[in-house]
């Protein structure tokens, strides 16, 4: 079976721009959640949908935003880039909501690096 | 507030080594405790996780239990091998919303291990 894939692996772009990246979680999966991750850090909580419904977010600016397909799957939006945007973002999605019962799955990534 | 705190990396071992990594951590509510590893070029990987306090948490070798009294949870293991060199993060999740999909990390821990 398929795991969390992610789109682009890696991209460039410039203070300013936009950037869209993209999520399929594992089949079944009707939870997805982003996370950022700074080069020497850990990675840090973004959003979660479940059910196309926007279930947390993190301390993140209004510039972030995301959304869930009918399918499950999600992208994620950063608009007017800063150079302190560029990271690993990763995907992860899960069966259940259930901290006690689940398991998050990670996607490997995608790199983003601003100039 | 939710935080988790890792031993600072990297950590440099012999093959067959014991290995402890710690991690102390501070949460509200009841979180459940979590150790993800990173391999080099894949995505993070649940390595082993305990729910509740006194729990203890194994796969591969590695054990972790989950102790409240010292707000602990670190990771241990008798005999590594070369095949272990990873990073290693320690996360926990809040159990008051009992939503899986936000973890909070630590920022890592580097092993390598030499033959």
């Known amino acids: 079976d398929a795991g969390v894939t992610q789109s682009p692996t890696h991209l460039i772009k410039t203070r300013g721009q936009h950037v869209t990246l993209r999520c399929s979680p594992i089949s079944g999966h009707k939870s997805v959640s982003w996370y950022q991750q700074v080069l020497g850090q850990g990675p840090q909580f973004i959003f979660q949908y479940y059910e196309k419904e926007e279930r947390g977010r993190g301390n993140f600016p209004d510039r972030f935003s995301a959304r869930q397909f009918p399918n499950y799957s999600s992208e994620l939006n950063v608009n007017a880039l800063l150079l302190g945007d560029s990271a690993l973002y990763l995907c992860?999605?899960?069966?259940?909501?259930?901290?006690?019962?689940?398991?998050?799955?990670f996607g490997e990534g995608s790199r983003l690096t601003v100039l | 507030g939710n935080s988790v705190t890792q031993m600072e990396g990297p950590v440099t071992l012999s093959e067959e080594a014991f290995l402890t990594i710690n991690c102390t951590y501070t949460?509200?509510?009841?979180?459940?405790l979590f150790w993800y590893v990173q391999y080099p070029g894949e995505g993070l990987q649940l390595l082993l996780k305990a729910t509740k306090a006194d729990d203890k948490g194994s796969n591969k070798g590695f054990e972790a239990t989950y102790r409240k009294e010292t707000t602990s949870f670190h990771l241990e293991k008798g005999s590594v091998q070369v095949s272990d060199s990873a990073v290693y993060f320690c996360?926990?999740?809040?159990?008051?919303?009992?939503?899986?999909?936000?973890?909070?990390f630590g920022r890592g821990t580097q092993l390598t291990v030499w033959p």
């Open positions: 949460a509200t509510g009841y979180p459940s």
């Open positions: 996360a926990l999740s809040d159990q008051r919303g009992s939503t899986l999909g936000r973890l909070y």
């Open positions: 992860a999605s899960s069966l259940a909501l259930s901290a006690n019962t689940g398991e998050l799955f």
